[in-house]
C-alpha cells in the first residue's frame, strides 16, 4: 500500500511541478488542479441536484435580456481570441505538422491572450447548463452537454499547465471560431425565437461542430506521428485522440437522431 502511495505522490509532483510550463504556474487556478475541480464538482451539483431541487415548484424564469447580453460576450470572447491564436501563431509561423510551445515574449503573449484566455471562457461556458435549468429545460441538460462543458474545461486547463502554444492549440482556434457560429446563432434566437423553428440553420451548426472534431482528430494524428524530432510533446495526442473520437460519435449521434431518424418518423 505504501509503494502505492508513494508512486502517487511522485506522479503527481511530476505532473504538477516537474513537467508544467514554468511560465504559467502562477496564474489564477494554475498552480494545482484541486481549485479547478472544485468548481467542475460545484458545476454538476448545481445543475443535477442545488438548483433542478430549487426550480421544482419555480416557474420558469425568463432570462432573454441577459442571455442576449451572455451570447453577445460569448461572440467578442471567441471572435478576440481566434483572432490572436492565428495573428500571434497559425496565420503567422506556426507548423500544421509539427510546432512546439514557443519561447520568448510573443509566446508570453500568446500563453495568456490566447491560451489562458481560452481556459476562462471555457468556464464562463458552463452558465449554458444553468441557464437551461433556470428556464426549466432539463431534458436539455444531457450527457453529451455536460460531458463537453466538463471535459473542455479540463483540457483548456491541461493545455496552460502544460502546453500554452504550439500544435495543441489548433482545438482552441477552432473551437473559438465554431463558438462564435454557435452563439450567434443562439443571440438570433434570443431576439426571434422563429429560427428555433429554422431546422436548415441548426442542423448545419451541429455539421460545423462535427466538422470541427473531425478536423482535430486529424491534428492529433498528424501529431502522434509526426518526427522524432517534433517540439511538442506526443503524450496529448495520446489522450486528445479518443477523446475527439468520442466527441465526432457523440455528435453525430445527436444528429442522426436529430435530424434524420426523426425526419423519417
Known amino acids: 500500500m505504501s509503494v502505492i502511495l508513494g508512486g502517487a505522490v511522485k506522479l503527481y509532483y511530476y505532473l504538477n511541478e516537474d513537467i508544467a510550463d514554468p511560465r504559467t504556474q502562477e496564474w489564477f487556478l494554475m498552480r494545482t488542479p484541486w481549485a479547478g475541480q472544485t468548481i467542475l464538482f460545484l458545476y454538476l451539483l448545481t445543475v443535477f441536484k442545488w438548483l433542478p431541487d430549487f426550480m421544482k415548484n419555480r416557474p420558469a424564469y425568463d432570462l432573454r435580456p441577459i442571455l442576449a447580453v451572455y451570447n453577445a460576450i460569448q461572440i467578442v470572447g471567441c471572435a478576440y481570441i481566434a483572432y490572436k491564436s492565428l495573428t500571434l501563431g497559425w496565420l503567422k509561423h506556426y507548423s500544421l505538422v509539427c510546432e512546439g510551445p514557443g519561447e520568448g515574449p510573443e509566446s508570453i503573449e500568446y500563453a495568456w491572450s490566447v491560451c489562458y484566455g481560452y481556459f476562462v471562457m471555457k468556464l464562463v461556458d458552463l452558465l449554458d447548463t444553468i441557464f437551461f435549468v433556470l428556464r426549466k429545460k432539463q431534458n436539455q441538460v444531457t450527457f453529451l452537454h455536460v460531458y463537453h462543458h466538463y471535459g473542455m474545461v479540463a483540457v483548456s486547463w491541461g493545455i ?57 482528430l486529424m491534428h492529433f494524428i498528424a501529431l502522434a506521428v509526426a518526427p522524432a524530432d517534433c517540439a511538442f510533446p506526443r503524450q496529448p495526442a495520446f489522450l486528445l485522440i479518443p477523446q475527439n473520437l468520442f466527441m465526432v460519435i457523440l455528435f453525430s449521434d445527436f444528429y442522426y437522431r436529430s435530424y434524420i431518424k426523426s425526419k423519417k418518423t
Do not use: R
Open 160 to 216: 496552460v499547465k502544460w502546453v500554452p502554444g504550439g500544435h495543441g492549440t489548433m482545438l482552441v482556434t477552432l473551437n473559438s471560431i465554431v463558438h462564435i457560429i454557435m452563439y450567434g446563432y443562439y443571440l438570433l434566437t434570443t431576439w426571434d425565437e422563429s429560427y428555433k423553428q429554422s431546422i436548415w440553420w441548426k442542423k448545419y451548426v451541429t455539421q460545423v461542430q462535427i466538422l470541427q472534431f473531425t478536423l482535430l
